[in-house]
Nanobody
Framework: QVQLVESGGGLVQPGGSLRLSCAGS????????MAWFRQAPGKEREFVAA?????HTDYADSVKGRFTISRAAQSTYLQMNSLKPEDTAVYYC?????????????????WGQGTQVTVSS
């Protein structure tokens, strides 16, 4: 059974930090492109960051310089610094067995259930 399980979400004040984790099982995810997407209330799900198997990264303009994606074995991480209220969303981990780093959701064939991140004072 293929699973991606996110953790690390929560409530944080503006300017604070959170580290999200995504644990994969059922496949050798170390050879997959991994990504994070997010969906805010009333909005479409959007790309946040991606990392290829060799370690190439790509970021949405809205998070460049604040978020860092990384990976180790079957896990993928998203370090989020200088958080803003507009970062509030459900964050999803995704995996692609064939695409390089991509911002297109259709290129990802496995998805987690999501973890809530709320940035508020």
């Amino acid at each position: 059974q293929v699973q991606l399980v996110e953790s690390g979400g929560g409530l944080v004040q503006p300017g604070g930090s959170l580290r999200l984790s995504c644990a994969g099982s059922g496949r050798t995810f170390s050879s997959y492109t991994m990504a994070w997407f997010r969906q805010a209330p009333g909005k479409e799900r959007e790309f946040v960051a991606a990392i290829s198997s060799p370690g190439h990264t790509d970021y949405a303009d809205s998070v460049k310089g604040r978020f860092t994606i990384s990976r180790a074995a079957q896990s993928t991480y998203l370090q989020m610094n200088s958080l803003k209220p507009e970062d509030t969303a459900v964050y999803y981990c995704a995996a692609s067995s064939w695409a390089p780093t991509s911002s297109y959701q259709r290129n990802y064939n496995y998805w987690g259930q999501g973890t809530q991140v709320t940035v508020s004072s």
